[in-house]
């Protein structure tokens, strides 16, 4: 799925005279942030998405879609329509996040059998008992990786939502997350912002065009578990010695961890080592199958680039609600 979907517009493209005139006094109503002269929420004017304007370092705007996951590319081509007096198949992403849920595995699960390649920053967060949720970030800047539990995040928004509303005005847990009892549930996003953003996606009609060849979790490697329980008939007594420490390690600091500091101390062969010790990587949960991410994303977002609605009747639509005659700003 895509989890977060923004796109920039350049200082040139004018806003419609629609959005000026459902907002008379529109630059007052505004307010600045960190990196823009305003920013607008735009569900007074029917449409899910924030509106950021005037970037201090471009003069450039930018639309974001709040709850992305749930729109269709379509969907989002037509609410800019409404906002910007342009093609909006030829606005450019200012950032991308390709999402996919995994269910089934844990994060103790992820964090010994998973690591990203070509990403030397590893940042994790939380796995203590004051702080059960485990979140692992692989890079840093644009382009990033993180992994976390779902569930927990989902249970930790059910919580929120029923301390502030009670218990009688909301479904249950299972309805509300739609994540069945017991289940874990992994995420995995991908953060791409301006720079980092693959040219053959750059703009939202590219992106529609070319995101069933791009795999954005190319970079995940995923190993296999080992075996439940080694033998130490099998092995000679310093394979099974080093083998066993080498599954504590892995427990302990994690695989990317590990890897890494074989890498260091091996003078760069810890693929080499993790092959010939690959019997003693912690077990993989009984059933389960190998993990292609590449095939579920594709699953995931569907929905999402679906074309069974006419392009042009998205955009009437849309810019019935928001739209139509255009002046700049």
Known sequence: MF???ELRADPEIPFTNRLESAYPSFRERSSPTE?????????GF????????????GAT??????????MTLRQMAAGAAGVFDCDPYGLRLARLDPALDIPGISMEWVRSHVRVARKRCLKEIGGTAKNPGQTLYFGRGGDSIRLYDKR????????????????ESLPSFEDFSGIPTGLPVVRIERQMRVGRIPPQLDTLGSLEQNISKFNPFAAIVIH???KPEPKDDDYSIRKYMEGKGFRQTILERGLANTRALLNARTGGNASRKMRQLSDFLPPDPVGLSPLNLFEMFQESIGRQISVSAAPDEALEGQTAAVGGTRSEM
């Open 224 to 226: 296999r578990g080992g």
């Open 152 to 167: 927990l995040e989902q249970m930790r928004k059910y919580e929120r939502l029923m301390r502030k509303l009670g218990p």
């Open 46 to 57: 029917g449409l899910e998405a924030l509106l950021f304007i005037r970037c201090r370092f």
């Open 35 to 43: 990196n823009y002269k305003g920013m607008l929420d735009l569900r």
């Open 61 to 70: 705007n930018k639309i974001v879609f709040r709850g992305a996951a749930k």
């Open 3 to 5: 989890d977060r979907v």
